[in-house]
């Protein structure tokens, strides 16, 4: 299985098996979270905040300008209703954000379950 997430996917499987070769690669920047530094933690929690906003500004100003271009709406509704179409967006990711963290720990610590993973990370010195 090879990683093909998004640069904020760092809750995961810290190596994969080369389709071609077999081999066990590992992925410097993966791992589960219970093995991950408490500051990597909070380092990933700020960094995921920050995105939510920007991504929020981004879609909030991409919504209204849309609205705007369709003719729903007129100029007054982007001064009068900014605010609340931010807030609904950066409600609507952190929601989803907080969904993926959740759903992320704990596929991480269901692996950690398994006797044979944990000693394959720990043969792997992870």
């Known amino acids: 299985m090879q990683h093909s997430g998004t640069y904020l996917d760092v809750i995961g499987q810290p190596f994969f098996n080369c389709e071609n070769c077999g081999c066990t690669n590992l992925h410097q920047e993966i791992t ?8 990597r933690k ?12 920007l991504g929020s ?17 007129d100029s007054a509704f982007f001064t009068h209703y900014f605010k ?17 963290l959740r759903r992320d720990i704990r ?10 993973y944990r000693a394959k990370l720990h043969a792997m010195g992870l």
């Open 32 to 39: 589960e979270w219970d093995l991950q530094p408490w500051l």
């Open 42 to 53: 909070v380092a990933l929690l700020v960094l995921s905040s920050v995105f939510v906003v």
């Open 57 to 73: 500004i981004f879609m909030a100003v991409t919504f209204i300008t849309l609205m705007k271009w369709l003719h729903l709406v």
């Open 84 to 100: 609340q179409t931010l807030l609904f967006f950066v409600a609507l990711m952190t929601i989803a954000g907080i969904f993926k």
């Open 107 to 116: 596929a991480s610590r269901l692996r950690l379950t398994n006797p044979d």
